[in-house]
């Protein structure tokens, strides 16, 4: 399966972005969905994932609060709604989807497949 990425741009802060995650195929079951983010000169981090078909999503503390994710398995399509943007949320933002264990959804290292990147960008 192939993942592409879209949704990123330019906003100020406060604002809202709605990033799209879209599979070439139906993404399995088994399958959990999660965004990362990396800044530059920092290290990739978790942003939060959508476990499996279970409806039930993980957040970093960064964002929680803020970003939801979604699941839409008719489009094969993963949402990330960001509210209340700030500055820090500045990143390029990586989807990836893998049969990951609960344990470690937050690991970037348990997915499989990736997608190119989007940035964002959020101007104070």
């Known amino acids: 399966v192939q993942l592409q990425a879209s949704g990123g741009g330019l906003v100020q802060s406060g604002g809202s972005l709605r990033l799209s995650c879209t599979a070439s195929e139906r993404i399995t079951n088994s399958y959990s969905v999660a965004w990362f983010r990396q800044a530059p000169g920092r290290e990739r981090e978790f942003v939060g994932a959508?476990?499996?078909?279970?409806?039930?999503?993980f957040y970093s503390e960064s964002v929680k609060g803020r970003f939801t994710i979604s699941r839409d398995n008719a489009k094969n399509t993963v949402y990330l709604q960001m509210d209340s943007l700030k500055p820090e949320d500045t990143a390029v933002y990586y989807c990836a989807a893998g049969p990951v264990i609960l344990s470690a959804v937050r690991d970037a290292r348990s997915y499989s497949r990736w997608g190119q990147g989007t940035q964002v960008t959020v101007s104070s």
């Open positions: 959508a476990w499996r078909t279970s409806g039930n999503a």
